[in-house]
């Protein structure tokens, strides 16, 4: 469970993919589990956002958004073949992973990659430029500051 959605977060996909997992088997495990009759749309909109805000607090960095109520309704009617029957988790992992691929990602992580990748070598250009304008050609100068605040970004699992 949730192997699939590990590839929409940032950082390593192993340790993601663990920490998602456990996160939608146990909101499955308390909203949708154990019931046998077909769950009323509040149901299941409020297990989707409970889902998604559980793992938005695990992965700290991106933020991923809560999706409309039409989306989810076709996630759900395209994904949920057993009518009458209670949703099996592999069915909710799918139309989670459908559901926040269409609704996408903000918040702070995504300001924090481009404010890193692009003004900080700009800023350390700006930098150089009124210190040592000659000392390191700005071809060198750019990339391994570039490359170096992936590398910070990397290192803090935000990439």
Known sequence: MGQSLKKLAPGSEEKIGKEIGPIIENCYDTYLSG??????????????????????????????????????????????????????????????????????FSGIGAIDIGFYIFGVPLTALFIKQGVMPRAIPNEIFIPVVTSAAVFVLAMLNKI
């Open 35 to 104: 019931s046998d009759k077909d769950l009323s749309s509040d149901d299941f909109y409020r297990a989707v956002c409970v889902t998604i805000g559980e793992i938005n607090k695990k992965l700290s960095s991106s933020q991923f958004r809560v999706p409309g109520t039409e989306t989810l309704k076709e996630a759900y009617n395209k994904h949920h073949q057993g009518k009458g029957k209670s949703l099996t988790k592999d069915e909710f992992q799918k139309i989670l992973q459908e559901v926040i691929l269409e609704s996408g």
